[in-house]
């Protein structure tokens, strides 16, 4: 399917790459990336006492994912060492339509043993990461791709990376049958759907704009649907609280943690316990720092946030909770030597239920020039856990844009369960929450919680046919996935 295209964009690709280069490509700190092998593998993880084989997706140092430098090359080859046929996204970098890693929508799946070549410019910075676009994402084939630049090298603080999983010995296969059978609600036995009271409802409506407030009754008001998979374990590194990662850190030293939430089907509040926090980058791109201890991740999400250590020793646990319910994960930040306390894999209160409260307060470092969109689109996301069915719907028709347009896409959630909605191949800006307009964040995967509305636009500057979808794993398998389809690309 669209093969013509597909050669085309990768000779573009390729081409391209050499010539296309940014501010960076002159400072010796960003120098062109050399070729870095990538593998797709079998491994064994240990969680809560019993072996589960996963993915594994490294270099040939064993260390997971890549790290990259601004302004060069994104120049890969990846080796599918697997039985099974992939493939890979590279999520929140915009190659050529070509190489984006979803499966026919132009390329092939990489079969067993093949091994591919992708050549494109890497872009700015960011904290990214790369994962199947399949159902393979539930069993861990997912790795942090991470974009440095000149300035990030040349800052005194320690970098950290933390990677969120949600964990089931069942496969991806048996959870999607459970969600979808007869009488289940959208739950089977051992992954039991979590239904929020209405408590629930409004603390995550909490600063939708007035007017869509008032047209709500509230009274007998559908619950809003959370967590619809009970897994086994919550990990952070591939590793439960049980048995944490502990990263050594200096005394008064400043500390930039890079979390990206790579769970399938499973929202986090990411807090920061004693130390003070400042998020300072949303889905890799900068925004005005704005400083607090507790920051809402949905699936797909990434975010910045710099630390200060005190000058004194101390362990200092990064939590992960699990939305509306008691389970966390996380890390341990500790000098040497500090004495380190066994942490509970259950908190003694439920995670909060994610509103829009923090993203109406985020304004881009380097926004979107402002101009009125030459296309617009209105857009229904719908369904529900009885039918487990989800959808996209759109008022104006296929979403269909030409090379140099503005771009704006309204959505309006009409389910009760929130959807972190995520576009390949762009950035966009938000731009509107709830009727009120905002200079929002740069990102490429923002949430619309149940009965709120979400404004982003784009500029439309890479040409293909771009998936656009919710990144709750299991609603994009059952419906929920679109694209943005540009006039010359098929």
Request: with cysteine; proline share 5%.
């Amino acid at each position: 399917m669209y093969r013509r295209q597909f050669m085309k964009t990768l000779a573009i690709g390729a081409a391209s790459a050499s010539v296309i280069k940014n501010a960076w490509v002159s400072n010796a700190l960003a120098a062109t990336n050399g070729t870095t092998d990538l593998s797709i593998s079998k491994r064994v993880l240990e969680v809560n006492g019993k072996a589960a084989t996963v993915f594994g997706l490294g270099t040939a140092d064993g260390k997971p994912g890549v790290v990259l430098n601004a302004g060069g090359d994104f120049n890969v080859n990846l080796l599918n060492q697997t039985e099974e046929n992939t493939l890979i996204h590279w999520h929140g970098l915009t190659p050529p339509w070509g190489m984006d890693g979803v499966p026919d929508n132009p390329a092939k799946l990489l079969s067993s043993g093949e091994s591919r070549h992708y050549l494109f410019p890497v872009g700015q910075g960011g904290t990214h990461w790369m994962h199947a676009h399949t159902l393979q994402e539930q069993t861990l084939l997912a790795a942090p791709l991470i974009v440095r630049t000149a300035g990030d090298l040349a800052r005194d603080e320690q970098e950290v990376v933390i990677l969120l999983h949600d964990f089931s010995f069942k496969t991806p296969e048996e959870l999607l049958a459970g969600l979808k059978a007869p009488g289940s609600g959208g739950a089977s036995a051992g992954h039991r759907g979590v239904v929020g009271h209405m408590g629930a409802v409004v603390q995550g409506m909490e600063g939708m704009h007035q007017q869509h407030m008032s047209g709500m009754a509230m009274q007998g008001m559908p619950a809003m649907d959370l967590n619809d998979i009970e897994y086994d374990a919550y990990l952070a590194n591939d590793r439960t609280l049980d048995d944490p990662e502990v990263v050594t850190v200096e005394k008064g030293g400043r500390v930039r943690l890079r979390i990206i939430n790579g769970a399938t089907a499973t929202a986090f509040t990411i807090d920061t316990g004693t130390l003070p926090g400042d998020l300072i980058a949303v889905d890799g791109n900068d925004v005005e720092p704005i400083a607090g201890g507790r920051f809402p991740i949905s699936m797909g999400q990434r975010l910045d946030i710099r630390l200060q250590l005190p000058p004194g020793s101390g362990a200092f646990p990064i939590f992960a909770l699990r939305e509306g319910a008691k389970e966390q994960t996380g890390v341990i930040l500790a000098t040497a030597n500090a004495n380190i306390s066994k942490v509970s894999t259950v908190a003694v209160d439920g995670g909060p239920v994610l509103d829009l409260a923090l993203e109406e307060m985020l304004t881009a470092a380097s926004p979107l020039d402002q101009r009125a969109p030459d296309r617009a689109y209105d857009l229904t996301l719908s369904g529900d856990m009885a039918s487990y069915v989800w959808e996209i719907g759109s008022a104006d028709g296929p979403m269909k844009v030409a090379t140099g347009n503005r771009v704006e896409l309204v959505m309006r959630n009409m389910s009760m369960m929130a959807h972190p909605m995520h576009l390949h191949g762009h950035h966009f800006q938000v731009v509107g929450i709830n009727g009120k307009r905002i200079n929002g964040a740069v990102r490429d995967t923002v949430l619309v919680p149940p009965m709120a509305e979400v404004s982003v636009q784009f500029d439309a500057s890479n040409t293909g046919r771009w998936p656009f979808h919710c990144h709750h794993l299991y609603h994009m398998a059952t419906g929920m996935m679109s694209f943005v389809t540009y006039d010359d690309a098929i």
